[in-house]
């Protein structure tokens, strides 16, 4: 069965740090477009950063630039979001989203978009950022 699950949430103060992991089961991530996302309550669903198989180009969404670095380890088939500085607002449950080994999209902006189409998505890990 093909599938990515993330790990790593969990309860921080502002300020704080947390590192987000996305595994894959099933294909490889190296040769697949990888998305973060995250959803608050009452809010629609965020891109927050996303990487081109292909170059490694990344895009990071404004909230998020200077604060979030998006990375993959080939060798465990993981990509990580590296969190610095957390703020209340960046309270929401995170996805992972991962395309098809191959897939080629136009830019890594794109692979953020509200229209673009991922093939998998995990079931998300709660980031809650609070005193």
């Known amino acids: 069965q093909l599938q990515v699950v993330e790990s790593g949430g969990g309860l921080v103060q502002p300020g704080g740090s947390l590192k987000l992991s996305c595994a894959a089961a099933g294909f490889k991530l190296d040769l697949s477009n990888i998305g973060w996302f995250r959803q608050a309550p009452g809010k629609e669903r965020e891109g927050v950063s996303c990487i081109d198989w292909r170059d490694g180009t990344t895009y990071y969404a404004d909230s998020v630039k200077d604060r979030f670095t998006i990375s993959r380890d080939n060798a465990k088939n993981t990509v990580y979001l590296q969190m610095y500085n957390l703020r209340p607002e960046d309270t929401a449950v995170y996805y992972c989203?991962?395309?098809?080994?191959?897939?080629?999209?136009?830019?890594?902006?794109?692979?953020?978009?509200?229209?673009?189409?991922?093939?998998?998505w995990g079931q998300g890990t709660q980031v809650t950022v609070s005193t």
């Open positions: 989203a991962a395309d098809a080994p191959g897939k080629i999209a136009s830019t890594a902006k794109a692979l953020c978009g509200p229209i673009y189409v991922h093939e998998y």
